[in-house]
Nanobody
C-alpha cells in the first residue's frame, strides 16, 4: 500500500508561480512512475506531468514549457514547479503513482493522493 501526501496548493494571480510536492510513504514498484493529474469542475481528470525513476518525463500539451516535474528518489518525493500560471490552470491537482511510465493514464493509476487545490485569479 502506498500513501501519497500532497502539499503546496493555494491561491495565486495569473503569471505567478507555485510548487507542489508529493511524498510517497514507501519506495516500491508502484512508485516507478509518479506524477500529477488535475481536474477542474465539470471536466475530466487529465494528466499534467509524469516522471519515471530514471528521470524521464512527459507533459500535457497545455502545460508543456511552463511546468517542470522533478523527483528526489531518496525522499520518495515528486515536485511540480508551475510557472506562468493561467486562470485555466485552476483545478484540483492529484498526485499519482503507477508501476508503468508507458501506461500512465487515469484509468490505470495504482495510487492517488487526496488532491490539493490550485486557484489562479485574473
Amino acid at each position: 500500500q502506498v500513501q501519497l501526501v500532497e502539499s503546496g496548493g493555494g491561491l495565486v494571480q495569473a503569471g505567478e508561480s507555485l510548487t507542489l510536492s508529493c511524498r510517497a510513504s514507501v519506495d516500491s514498484a508502484h512508485t516507478y512512475a509518479m506524477g500529477w493529474f488535475r481536474q477542474a469542475p465539470g471536466k475530466e481528470r487529465e494528466s499534467v506531468a509524469v516522471i519515471d525513476y530514471t528521470g524521464g518525463t512527459r507533459y500535457g500539451d497545455s502545460v508543456n514549457g511552463r511546468f517542470t516535474i522533478s523527483r528526489d528518489n531518496a525522499k520518495n518525493t515528486v515536485y511540480l514547479q508551475m510557472n506562468s500560471l493561467k486562470v485555466e490552470d485552476t483545478a484540483k491537482y492529484y498526485c499519482a503513482s503507477h508501476s508503468s511510465f508507458n501506461n500512465w493514464s487515469r484509468r490505470q493509476i495504482s495510487y492517488w493522493g487526496q488532491g490539493t487545490q490550485v486557484t489562479v485569479s485574473s
